[in-house]
């Protein structure tokens, strides 16, 4: 079954360091987004990207994030200089179309020191 | 805003028994959807039942089975027959169905145990 991989599944670096989280999404899907979860809160919404343009952000994706499809295969997210508040689980979830199913990866947890 | 509540952190049924999870949500909207979504330990959340609010019947998939209350904005996940692999991290989230709407609003989650 097809599924959506993420890497790396967990990641410590340091306050102020650049952070790439890569995400391979279902190949068939046009709709990428991105959540996180700090430990003991909701998931929340970060952003979604549909035709190579992010269609909807929320207040957190502020400008030290960015989100690339370099290949037409990955969907990464870049955090430029994390902040210790970034640590959380990064969910990437993509889907075929916009009303089908919203397929999850397991997740890649972020740790700042 | 929208809102999701899931008002239990935590939950325990017997193994073969059953179970209702709560959640409640706050919406302006009357067009929208809502879903159950599972996450086992260490696996990624997968989508367990759907409910688009102008359906007026609960959605059932197999075990599970939802009471979708849209007046008093309800929406509970029932499991018949607890098996142990349901033990999981439940979420209940909301999506506004308006075009252009793309995120989903989580619950805090339930935490899932199921008894042998």
């Known amino acids: 079954e097809p599924e959506v991989t993420q890497t790396p599944s967990h990641q410590v670096t340091q306050m102020g360091q650049e952070v790439i989280l890569r995400c391979v999404p279902i190949?068939?899907?046009?709709?990428f987004y991105w959540y996180r979860q700090i430990l003991g809160q909701k998931v929340e919404f970060l952003v979604s990207f549909y035709n190579n343009e992010i269609s909807e952000k929320s207040e957190i994706f502020d400008d030290q994030f960015s989100v690339e499809r370099p290949d037409g295969s990955n969907f990464t997210l870049k955090i430029r200089s994390t902040k210790l508040e970034d640590s959380a689980m990064y969910f990437c979830?993509?889907?075929?179309?916009?009303?089908?199913?919203?397929?999850f990866g397991e997740g890649s947890r972020l740790t700042v020191l | 805003a929208q809102t999701v509540t899931q008002s239990q952190p935590e939950m325990s049924v017997q193994e073969a028994e059953t179970v209702t999870l709560s959640c409640t949500y706050d919406t302006s909207e009357s067009d929208y959807y809502l879903f159950w979504y599972k996450q086992p330990p260490s696996r990624q959340m997968i989508l367990v039942i759907r409910?688009?609010?102008?359906?007026?019947q609960n959605a059932t998939e197999n075990r599970f089975s939802v009471n979708f209350q849209k007046a008093a904005k309800s929406f509970s996940l029932k499991i018949s027959d607890s098996q142990l692999g349901d033990a999981a991290m439940y979420f209940c989230a909301y999506r506004y169905s308006g075009a252009g709407s793309y995120q989903l609003t989580f619950g805090k989650g339930t935490k899932l145990s199921v008894i042998p």
């Open positions: 979830a993509s889907r075929r179309d916009n009303t089908g199913e919203l397929f």
């Open positions: 190949s068939n899907h046009l709709y």
């Open positions: 409910q688009e609010a102008y359906k007026q």
